[in-house]
Structure formats: C-alpha cells, structure tokens
Nanobody, 118 residues
Framework: QVQLLESGGGLVQAGGSLRLSCTAS????????MGWYRQAPGKQRDLVAV???????TYADAVKGRFTISRDNAKNAVYLQMNSLKPEDTAVYYC????????????WGQGTQVTVSS
C-alpha cells in the first residue's frame, strides 16, 4: 500500500506561481512513474505532467513551457512548479504514483485545490 501526501495548493493571481509537492510512503514497494493530474468542476481528470523514475517527462500541451515536473527518487517525492498561471489552470490537482513491484498499481493523493484569479 502506498500513501501520497500532497501540499502546496492555494489561491494565486493570474501570472503568479505555485509549487506542488507530493511524497509517497509505503514499504515493500518500488515506485515507477509519478505525475500530476487535475480535475476542474464538471470535467474529467486530465494528465498535467508525468515523470519516469529515470527522469523522462511528458506534459499536457496546455501547460508546456509554464509547468515543470521533477522528482527526488531518494525521497519518493514529485514536484510541480507552476509559473504564469492562468484562470483556466484552476482545478483540484491530484498526485499519482504507479508501483512496479510487487505489482503494477496506481495510487492517488487526496487532491489539492489550485485557484487562479483573474
């Protein structure tokens, strides 16, 4: 079992920045890819960015050039630096981690609210 603890959400004006953090805890597991998803009211949960254990990254087109995902494997942590925030970035942001051992299972954090005012 893996637990994900998120922090860093909040209210910011358009053009501002926020940094999200997520730490995974669990014993007897290996964690592979980690990432961030977001869900706005009335919409589906969409990928924001994902980073492999080796550091390969993938971004949604809507955040390319503004958001940066990174991770610290020693801490089982993943971060999302969000710059030049727009009102359309407003959503609940969820941390995601996929284990590779003993089985491949996806775990989710509880979500953190990001609100960008215009």
């Amino acid at each position: 079992q893996v637990q994900l603890l998120e922090s860093g959400g909040g209210l910011v004006q358009a053009g501002g920045s926020l940094r999200l953090s997520c730490t995974a805890s669990g014993s007897g597991v290996s964690i592979g890819a980690m990432g961030w998803y977001r869900q706005a009211p009335g919409k589906q949960r969409d990928l924001v960015a994902v980073v492999s254990r080796r550091g390969s990254t993938t971004y949604a087109d809507a955040v390319k050039g503004r958001f940066t995902i990174s991770r610290d494997n020693a801490k089982n942590a993943v971060y999302l630096q969000m710059n030049s925030l727009k009102p359309e970035d407003t959503a609940v942001y969820y941390c995601n981690a996929v284990t590779t051992f003993p089985t491949q299972v996806a775990f989710w954090g509880q979500g953190t609210q990001v609100t960008v005012s215009s």
